[in-house]
């Protein structure tokens, strides 16, 4: 079974930054992909950021220049530094992981943590 643990979500002013971090129980190698969405109240889950395993990262048109996905391998963990913040941006924000394995492909998901964004 896979974990991912989400944290350094908060409350921040608009301009400000938050990095959070998405640490996963085993070696983030073996995923496909991993990623971070988000949902905001009343509204669908939606993708805000992916990064391939040796592919190349993939943003929401509402964060790019904002928002940068990383990894570290060495700690299994893939972060998201965000920059420029808006109220726009409050959500709770969910670590993804995609994992091929057995003849087929199963998604796994952290338990969110809370942005929020005052203006």
């Known amino acids: 079974q896979v974990q991912l643990v989400e944290s350094g979500g908060g409350l921040v002013q608009a301009g400000g930054s938050l990095r959070l971090s998405c640490a996963a129980s085993?070696?983030?190698?073996?995923?496909?992909?991993m990623g971070w969405y988000r949902q905001a109240p009343g509204k669908q889950r939606e993708l805000v950021a992916t990064?391939?395993?040796?592919?190349?990262?993939n943003y929401a048109d509402s964060v790019k220049g904002r928002f940068t996905i990383s990894r570290d391998n060495a700690k299994n963990t893939v972060y998201l530094q965000m920059n420029s913040l808006k109220p726009e941006d409050t959500a709770v924000y969910y670590c993804?992981?995609?994992?091929?394995?057995?003849?087929?492909?199963?998604?796994?998901w952290g338990q969110g943590t809370q942005v929020t964004v005052s203006s």
């Open positions: 993804h992981a995609n994992l091929y394995t057995g003849g087929g492909w199963y998604d796994y």
């Open positions: 085993r070696s983030i190698f073996t995923f496909n992909a």
């Open positions: 990064i391939p395993n040796g592919g190349i990262t």
